[in-house]
């Protein structure tokens, strides 16, 4: 082997594998997260209104996934509590939690920008306005998720089309195509208000605008499921690339990353990612901006961990929101109130201990 | 030396929206394990070229051959492959361990889904230990220091496995002795690795002391290659730098060195 350096100066210090501990490190913190999420759901499925204790909740779920001959130890009204009410929820929350954290993971990587939120190209705002739309005319819950799901992408292709109009590649010009559209959206969506009956309808958009999962089932869930899933696995099995891609353009570049190619892929994984979670039970901020934040601070910016811990915890969070939304009062509260309440002040102890320099 | 011609410019030329001429007619070849020092004042357009010749902009006219193949005619990827490129030092906004940095040399030889593994990391570490850097390997890679980055840089490139690297202006922001350590190790890159290796610098010592090729550009896009004996002289880099320069021949390193004149107004140009 050939010695690059001849001169005695520098002193090195050799150490042997350094890497290995910090590895086993993130994946001991990525295993933990993992058992936090099936406790939180478990204890979540048996905290409500009406409590059932956990053994019985594990049983039921047992006895749904295996049909064997296990003893039957709780009530009818339990198991319908359990698997028709709750766990539609439960998954939901989980899936919703964990594609908004992920996103913003992504999107704060891509921008080279911690303080990005998923929102960024106007899908949310963009989804507001097909929903209420949809309201206005009536229609049912599932026609509002899909017309959410249609203006929310297309709200993302106008962004996107406004760099390739001016010719402008950088993401600079995204982030104010974004900007520009989120507004326009914004007005749309107060034309809509202005234009609603005041006495039910404005509320259901006001209502769907602010995120619950009051009214999600079984079905719903399983229809946003597949897409959510899928894309969440290519996300994770590219999240080595947007490391390089946060590198800059010209280094990317340089080490045989399709910039656009790969910019892109990631940017629809994200949107469809934050659409889906939108149809599924309405707008909802914080967590895309706050999660990414917290992943950091526990496992480091290496995106390799990050997006897997984002997705975990985002889950985890949304749980806990969930059950603090359908427990803390007689009526449900919509989750962006909670999600705002814990989220502001969480955002501010994160910003003081990583000890941001925004200038 | 090898006889292969592995990067060959042709012709080239760039101008910004076809109006602003930044350079034309630049033409010159470098075989394996040859050094091309590229000397130019501030805004000459060294880095354009780099630019180009590293497939980032597109000349203007002209092309560019890879091992004789039209690097246009080369996926981004094989391009990754044969050719590194250190950009001018930055300043990353999120923070990774030098090891992992340069565990990213290895992405054009990875697919698309894939992440490093072992294998990847036993390649960061011999380099790094070639470098005697290994010290720095758990270090985050935003708070060593300008030289310690640098050599990070060209440990990935190292590890990225090319016949040829470009650096822009790898001596920039270093003090005395971090520069002719930079220096050092690109000349033995050359010379035992036999790696093809272009630089821009502002140092006219840095090119006699490699001793190798010299391309030194004008304010007119015009630039001159040859070996430092035929293309560097008093007049030359009189004429670069407009400044009084004098080339001193140093019997003891048997080589010639560049040293300013008087600090007078009178010898401004």
Redesign the interface.
Known sequence: ???????S???????P???IS?VWHAHKIIYFSIFLFIAAFLISLSIGRFNVPLIQVVKILISQVVPTGMEVTWTEQMQNVIINIRLPRLVGASLVGGALALSGATYQ?LF???LVSPDLLGVSNGACVGAAIAILLGFPSLVIQGCALLTGLLAVLISTSIPKFFKNNSSLMLVLGGVIVSGFMSSLLGITKYVADPDNQLAAIVYWTMGSFATTNMNQVLLVMPAILSVMVVLL?????I??L???D??A??????IRK?RGLAIFCATILTACAVCLCGTIGWVGLIIPHFGRLII???N?YLLPISTIIGAVFMIVVDTIARNLTGSEIPLSIITGLLGAPLFVWLLARQKVRIS | MCDEVMLEVKNLAYSYDGVKKIFTNIDFELHKGEVLVILGANGAGKSTLLDCISNMLTPTTGEILLKGKNIAKYAINDVAKLMGYVPQISTPTFSYTVRDYIVMGRAPHMGILNVPGPAEYDKVDEVMKDMWISGLADKIYANISGGERQQAQIARILVQETDIILLDEPTNHLDYGNQLKIIQIISKLARNRGLTVVLTSHIPDHAIMIDEKVGIMDNLGHMTVGPVKEVISEESLKELYHTDLHLVYIDELKRIACVAGKLNDENRK
């Open positions: 082997m050939i010695n690059l350096e001849s001169s100066k520098s002193i090195p210090i050799d150490k594998k350094p890497q910090a990587g080279k920008n911690p099995l590219m999240r080595w690339r490391n390089l946060s590198l800059g010209k280094e570049r340089s080490l045989g990353v399709n790969t480091g910016h290496d390799r």
